[in-house]
């Protein structure tokens, strides 16, 4: 008997999590389908592993220079297989959540096994078949492997196998050095490994302003992590347990390797011929509302390869839902995405970039930059490294913001707000800020803008003489 459910969602990672959720309290019959485990990347290889052991390697790092402090420091013995025991143990906590067990308790139906169309409305789960009146695509991506001579020769890692390493690398080589390759490279280096981070562009980071490329930079060299950037791997290979990573010009050795030079969106073996639906290497095409070539069928996140975050792809989803199942429409794509990377400082961002808004509005482009060495928080800490970056026009109109610091990826959200709320900058510069907190620094910055705002030009001079008069 062929089942027949309202939505069918196939992948069950951040995407299909969040459609599934929301679309079963519109009182639907939903069936999420899902090949591998519930959870997806962020659950089992992505966000929680990979934070849980930045935290690990935070404390091993603190024990070292504890001596700043006042207090004796010490050099932390590190069990790899011990510290891999405490990330699978947060990621079973946050499984149970997410569970197939727990989603059929919220009234959703989990089909386990391989997912192909066999037309726009009828889907083989395995040997079975559904039917399914409206369909959202989630299945994510996977890490893209470079076309590097040799590297499908050697015993390389993903971010998918890290996870399974039981012994601390004594020298580990990361090729790329985005948002993953920069965090494993900080994280292994703090737990005791040599690292040696590789990337073909100019500078780590290459998406976050250069200014906090710098400062990321900094921190680096100064815990020992060997930076080579504008550098390409030709080839690679390996000699008993020694891997051998050549550029033009130089050759490192190292016993571990890990590649982390993007991702690629999921797209193969759905059978999206049969379902009428238009697809490329690049992801699946949508429109502005989510909604693919076939009416019914949406699709959200990763694997429309647009911006590859977890936030993003739990926002588009629960808008795709909104739009497949709820009167009218709502836009589910947009050109700017707020990130952190969880690097120590964390690096967040929001909006435009200076250079992007330079090129776009030119000499109307202001910027603020606030240090974190005046943040009395940041003091009190010891962790001066790090600033504020605000982007605006003259009038205060908020373009985007830049945050270098500890609490960074907590920072961000009000400045997050203010762009969603077209707030100008002298908004939050009239808005109460906790003290002593990181975000104080928000609220000086603010303040920074708007009183050179009021004290230029002639309204400035005008200030200036009423202030004289009165006192």
Not at 91 to 109: T, W
Not at 176 to 197: D, H, K, N, W, Y
Not at 294 to 309: E, K, L, N, P, W
Request: with cysteine; glycine share 10%; aromatic share 6%.
């Amino acid at each position: 008997m062929t089942e027949s459910y309202d939505l069918v969602i196939i992948g069950a990672g951040s995407a299909g999590l969040t459609a599934a959720g929301f679309a079963v309290q519109l009182g639907i019959r939903v069936a999420l389908a899902e090949k591998h485990r519930t959870g997806g990347d962020c659950t089992w290889t992505g966000c929680v592993p990979s934070k849980t052991l930045l935290k690990i390697a935070k404390v091993a790092h603190g024990m070292r220079n504890a001596s700043r402090y006042g207090i004796t420091s010490a050099d932390p013995i590190v069990d790899l297989k011990s510290v891999m025991s405490v990330v699978r143990n947060v990621i079973d906590q946050v499984y149970r959540e997410e569970s197939p067990e727990a989603l059929v308790a919220s009234g959703i139906d989990v089909l386990q096994g391989e997912v192909r169309f066999l037309d726009p409305h009828i889907l083989a789960v395995n040997r079975d078949t559904i039917t399914a009146r409206h369909v959202l695509l989630a299945t994510g991506a996977y890490p893209f492997i470079p076309p590097i001579n040799g590297l499908d020769t050697v015993n390389s890692l993903t971010y998918e196998n890290i996870w399974d390493m039981e012994t601390l690398p004594e020298h580990l080589i990361v090729i790329g050095a985005g948002p993953i390759g920069c965090e494993m490279a900080q994280a292994f280096r703090r737990l005791g490994s040599q690292v040696t981070l590789l990337e073909a562009g100019e500078h780590i980071l290459p998406r976050d302003e250069p200014d906090a490329s710098k400062v990321i930079t900094e921190v680096f060299n100064a815990e020992g992590i060997n930076i080579h950037s504008g550098v390409r791997v030709d080839r690679v290979w390996q000699k008993e347990n020694a891997i051998h990573v050549a550029t033009e010009s130089e050759e490192f050795v190292g016993d571990t390797l890990l590649v982390a030079v993007g991702r690629r969106p999921q797209v193969e073996g759905l059978a999206l011929e049969k379902a009428g639906v238009t697809y490329s290497p690049q992801g699946i095409e949508v429109d502005e509302n989510l909604r693919t070539s076939q009416r019914h069928i949406y699709a959200a996140g990763d694997c429309t390869g647009s911006y590859q975050f977890t936030h993003y792809a739990g926002w588009q989803a629960a808008m795709a839902i909104r739009n497949a199942l709820l009167p009218g429409s709502t836009r589910g794509i947009r050109d700017m995405v707020p990130w952190t990377t969880f690097t120590d400082p964390e690096v967040a961002h929001a909006g435009l970039s200076e250079q992007q808004a330079r090129e776009q509005l030119g000499d109307v482009v202001m910027t603020c930059k606030w240090p974190m060495e005046r943040v009395d928080r940041a003091r009190t800490e010891g962790r001066t490294q790090g600033f504020l970056k605000l982007v605006h026009k003259k009038d205060g109109t908020l373009l985007g913001a830049t945050i270098v610091c500890e609490q960074a990826g907590e920072m961000i959200h009000e400045w997050i707000v203010a762009l969603e709320h077209n707030l100008k900058v002298g908004d939050l510069a009239q808005t109460i800020h906790v003290y002593p907190t990181y975000s104080t620094a928000s609220m000086q910055a603010a303040a920074e803008i708007r009183v050179t705002q009021l004290l230029g030009g002639l309204s400035g001079r005008a200030i200036r003489g009423l202030s004289h008069l009165l006192h």
